[in-house]
Nanobody
Framework: QLQVVESGGDLVQPGGSLRLSCVASNFPMDYYDIGWFRQAPGKEREGVACISTSGGDIKYADSVKGRFTISRDNAKNIVYLQMNALKPEDTAVYYC???????????????????WGQGTQVTVSS
């Protein structure tokens, strides 16, 4: 199993910012597409922001476009999710996931990702 570990989740006020990190612990991250997903209580898991091996292809959910930025530092084996202008509806457990098989048109589709981290809690509340 390809292992990733998320960190950076916290409690923040609406309008605040957080940066999440996804670190690959047992594989070279630059071989794989990486995605950030989230799941709120009572809702299905959804793709938030996803990035290709080189960073040349990126997709965002409509709900976060313009507020969130995904980036990767392959030398450090880290993918980041910068989250700005956070809203209460962003509250969820955020997961980092790895796609074993690269498919551009399947980027940020949950079914395309194979190995998942344990998640990090993001809570946006006043």
């Amino acid at each position: 199993q390809l292992q990733v570990v998320e960190s950076g989740g916290d409690l923040v006020q609406p309008g605040g910012s957080l940066r999440l990190s996804c670190v690959a612990s047992n594989f070279p991250m630059d071989y794989y597409d990486i995605g950030w997903f989230r799941q709120a209580p009572g809702k299905e898991r959804e793709g938030v922001a996803c990035i290709s091996t080189s960073g040349g292809d990126i997709k965002y959910a409509d709900s976060v476009k313009g507020r969130f930025t995904i980036s990767r530092d392959n030398a450090k084996n880290i993918v980041y999710l910068q989250m700005n202008a956070l809203k209460p509806e962003d509250t969820a457990v955020y997961y980092c996931a790895v796609a074993v098989v690269t498919s551009l048109r399947a980027m940020c589709e949950t079914y395309a990702y194979d190995d998942w981290g344990q998640g990090t809690q993001v809570t946006v509340s006043s």
